[in-house]
Structure formats: C-alpha cells, structure tokens
C-alpha cells in the first residue's frame, strides 16, 4: 500500500477552488488551477502570483551550539548573519556532493531554516548526526507552520495595506515578525521566483484566514493563486536551481555555479576538504543555461551533444512564457560552457539545436542590500 501523502492547511482550500493536485515530495500539492501554467506565471511576472509552499521543511535550530552546527553543516558562513537577516547556503556530504539546499534565517534567540520537502527528513537525521555532543535543539516546525509565497512586481503594494511592519523598509533575504491581516508570522523578503516577493510563515491554523485576507488585496492587482507548474517556470527563467535536478548528492556546488555561497575560508565544515580539492584540479563539468534553436522542449534526462559525441545532460527545461522560447539547463564539460556555444539537446532520439544562454533567462527584480551576509 502506499503510503498516505500529506496535505498542507491549505489542501481544503485549494481542492474546493479547482486546483489539480499532485503528489510532490510527500504532499498533496496543487500544480495548476484551471486558468492553467501559462496564466499563472504570466500574473506573476507582470502583477502578484500566492504560492502555498507549506511543504518546504522548517527547522528550528536552538541552544548555545545552534551556531556550531550550522556553521559545520553548511557552506555558507552564517557567523556573517545579522539578526533579521537571511542566507542561501548548501548542506554538502564529505565527498562534497550536495545533501540539500536551504535558507538559514537567524532570528533573536535562535535560527530558522527552510529545507526542500524531499529531503526534511532526511535532513534532520544528518543534523542529529552531526550535532552529537553539541548543546543544541533541533525542532520540526513543518507540521505546525504553514508557508505562504506572495510574489511579483505587485507584491509589497498589495501587502503593505494589510501587513503592521513598513515593507519599504525590508531588503531581499531580510525577516521580522510582522502581523499580516491581523494574524502573527514571520515575514520574509525571499522567494524562488526571480520577482520581488514576500514569503510569510504563520501558525497552521492562520493559514487560510490569512491566504484569503492576501486574496482580498486587490490594489494594484488582485493575487493569482498558482501552483507548482507556474513555480517551477518562473525558477527556470530565474536560473535557479531545483534540488533533485540541479543539485544532488553527486553533484557539488561549485559544479552547479555557486561558489558565491562556498566560504572556504570560514574553517571546517563538512565537504570542505572536497570542495578545496575539486576547486584546485579544476571542475570536469558545470551548469550552463541554453535555450532552443529548433522549436523543440527540452526535459530533464535529455542528452545534450556536439556531433555525435554526448557532452551533458539536461537537468530542467522547459517553454519559458516570458522569454517566449523553449530553455533549459544542463551540466556540460567546461570547455563547452562559453556563452553562445552551439550544441544540439536528443529530443525524441532528434537532434535539435541549442545555444548555450548566460544565466539566469530573465533578469532578476528583488530589492537587494550589500551588507551582512550573502543571500
């Protein structure tokens, strides 16, 4: 028998308003809705899209140790995060292939972190194992906290109305308290969109009233609901990456071009000594983005080729609806990874052409700040 998926506080909500429901990660998660991908990606690019994300993992990470752990855990160098602010790091193993992607938010008394559905579990076993004679909690929060994204162009007009902290005040990867529509959560100024954007964290029990008190806001805009089928668009044109096709266990982040989160020089942590390693022989592969000459849709698993030679793989791709043109990435041997390389992506046993594209597709809107620690 399989096993029984889980349903965010919002699964009621999305069932009853026409959305297709899939498994993803353990979860019920709505997809689409009836105005379909397009429509939702399209709103969110030029006005607001609201995105349950609520089965994305949330860990609490307490005590004297809670700094320790992390600081081992992770490659990015969270000793630099201000209170308030936010950090995109990876979790590597000792080979320095990539256990999970996360967002590290250090809060007054204690650091929160958002991890990938598909791998909450088996992450707060690897930080159990890790965290072996340090003072430190672990607590799962992913049951009890719900998670909302509120993202576009539209996004801080439509919530400052009803939001009791000044928005204009926030930067990208910044989080406070807040109470938004008369119910408390943690307020975030991060998203997986490349748009400005909002994500709020309340208590489960908040999460309808306040996703329909985010539907009520309707100036400039009102909020397109969109599900995962639009997400996953919008990251693509944002060059961002997606666990389980950008990065896994076999695949480091200086292969997936993030060495701007690799801080080498902060001291120990695990996967280090890899990292260090594969940094000074030179990587044998590295993520490129490219869009389709030939009108063809790439997918991930698709080889990519020059000749008759196989030189990659696809990890994503996709019709991208902003830039109007079939795109994808994939890992390629360096010396093909130059902007404009031509290639060919097997699609359906044809070769179609490709041209390797600078990432991301479309250029990035969020508020940034340059102080305190690296996003």
Known sequence: MSEELLQTPLHAWHAAHGARLVP????????????????????????AGLFDISHMGRVEVVGPDALTLLQRTTTNDVSRLAVGRAQYSIMCNEAGGTLDDLVVYRLPDRYFVVVNAARHEGDLAWWREQARGLDV?????????????????????????VCSVPLDQMRYYTAT????????????????????????????????????ALLACREPVTPTPAGLGARDTLRLEA???????????????LEAGLERVVKLEKGE??????LQAQRAAGLARRLVGFEMI????????????????????????SFG????????????????????????????????AARVRALPFWPHRTKRIAVGGNP
């Open 321 to 352: 609806p902003s830039v109007e043109r079939p795109i994808g990435m994939a890992y390629v041997r360096p010396e093909l990874a130059a902007e404009g390389t031509e290639l060919a992506v097997l699609v359906r046993d044809r070769a179609a």
């Open 239 to 253: 060059g961002m990456a997606l666990y389980g096709h950008e990065l896994t266990e076999e695949i480091t982040p």
């Open 269 to 274: 942590f695990v996967g280090r000594a890899a």
């Open 24 to 47: 993803f990660g353990g979860w019920s998660m709505p997809v689409q809705y009836a105005g379909g991908i397009l429509a939702e990606h399209r709103a969110t690019r030029a006005g």
């Open 177 to 212: 308290r807040a109470e938004v529509g008369g119910r408390a959560a943690l307020l975030a100024r991060t998203g997986y969109t490349g748009e400005d954007g909002f994500e709020l964290m309340p208590a489960g029990e908040d999460a309808v009233g306040l996703w329909n």
């Open 294 to 317: 030939e009108s063809a849709i790439p997918r991930q698993g698709y080889p990519v080729v020059l000749g008759n030679e196989a030189v990659g793989v696809v990890t994503s791709g």
């Open 137 to 161: 909690k672990l607590v799962d929060r992913t049951r009890e906290v719900a998670m909302i994204a509120l993202q576009g162009p539209a996004a801080e007009t439509l919530l400052q109305p």
